[in-house]
């Protein structure tokens, strides 16, 4: 009888064992051969800056920097912004949430947001999405004339445009347009939408003696003393140049000749380097408040983008290459040289000491001291 009691937990025993088994094996065998080869996620983007959008021969790549986290950023007049990490490009358009497909300045702000100025108010980027800040929603002013393109691709800029982005030393933000003035934030929030926003030239606590009116400002700068300097073009009347803000009062430049202004940089020892339309590239003497014309010699008459490298040689783009003085000789670059295209609208330095070119026809090439590697078809 024992024998038999014995008998019947072992067989259950063995019976639940060859039962858990077969399920087990049953399960393998029947998943989905999909789900055992899932297909990897392929990366976004092209080993080069390819074209998307429709624009011609005439637009160019008009801005650039490098953020925080070493992607090298690109605007356009006509094709977005495009990433690029070291290895593809990205590219973001009006698809992705971006303003306007024509974008002219490029901030990344200390919070590591990117802003973008474009013809159709400002944007920026937290890495996940764009959100929207036009400056017809800070003024409430719905009237403003349209960026239009003619047939043969020329960009005519509206008074919407943003030209020019700056985040001073205390955080607040000041954006320079087409045609509307300077806007600045109250240094609350940069986020707050018509709350938080005027117009610079407004307040009554600027002293603005010359009546200067900022109408178009294409460029900004903060030097080393917490000055703020704008690179003004009126649409009527004339360019106001350069005027400079000390924090209460604002002045112009006229009177020294420097109009049209291009771009604006600081150099290390405090100088302030301002490339015109046609009259080459200025020097301010921070000490003696002076200016000087050094390019005449070289025969540079018209001065756009500037850059002054980490080798302390300043770079100047010009309608017929770019050339660099590195305090005695200038030497000059064209398509004979490898440069991607003569008219030269961008120039940025890497960490890495390469210098960036943007170009007209969207082009966009890389000097590493030596040669020109082309990123564009």
């Known amino acids: 009888m024992k024998n038999r009691y014995l008998q019947k937990p072992l067989c259950c025993l063995l019976l639940s064992l060859v039962f858990s088994t077969s399920c087990r094996g049953q399960v393998k065998t029947d998943l989905p051969k999909d789900s055992l080869n899932e297909p990897q996620k392929k990366p976004v983007g092209q080993p080069k800056l390819i074209k998307t959008q429709g624009s011609n021969e005439y637009q160019f790549v008009s801005c650039g920097l490098q953020d925080k986290a070493g992607n090298l950023w690109f605007g356009t007049t006509g094709e977005g912004v495009y990433r690029y990490d070291g290895k593809l490009f990205t590219q973001f358009t009006e698809k992705d949430g971006l303003s306007n497909n024509c974008v002219y300045s490029i901030l990344e702000d200390k919070s590591g947001n990117l802003w973008f100025g474009t013809a159709d108010g400002a944007c920026y980027y937290d890495g996940n999405k764009f959100t929207i800040i036009p400056i017809t929603a800070i003024t409430g002013n719905n009237s403003y004339s349209k960026t239009t393109i003619d047939p043969y691709g020329k960009v005519y800029p509206g008074e919407n445009t943003v030209w020019s982005i700056l985040q001073d030393k205390t955080g607040k933000f000041w954006f320079g347009t087409m045609g509307d003035g300077i806007y600045c934030s109250n240094g609350k929030s940069p986020f707050q939408g018509q709350v938080g926003y005027t117009r610079f030239l407004d307040s009554d606590s600027v ?22 300097w704008f690179c003004s073009r009126m649409r009527t009347g004339g360019d106001e140049g350069v005027c400079r803000y000390d924090g209460k009062s604002i002045i112009s430049f006229r009177a020294n000749g420097i109009v049209w202004v291009r771009n604006i940089i600081e150099a290390k020892d405090g100088n302030i380097y301002i490339g015109t339309r046609r009259n080459g590239v200025c020097r301010y003497d921070s000490a003696s408040g002076g200016f000087i014309n050094f390019t005449g010699k070289a025969g540079i008459i018209s001065g756009g983008p500037l850059l002054k490298d980490r080798a302390g040689k300043i770079w100047i783009s010009e309608d017929s290459g770019v050339c660099h003085f590195d305090g005695k000789i200038f030497t000059r670059f064209t398509t004979r040289e490898g440069l991607c295209h003569n008219s030269v609208y961008c120039t940025i330095e890497d960490k890495t000491g390469n210098i960036w070119f943007g170009t007209r026809n969207t082009g966009l090439c890389r000097y590493d001291g030596k040669t020109f590697i082309k990123f564009t078809e």
């Open 207 to 228: 002293i603005n003696k010359e009546g200067i009116h900022l109408k178009s400002v294409n460029c900004m700068l903060e030097d080393r003393n917490g000055n703020i």
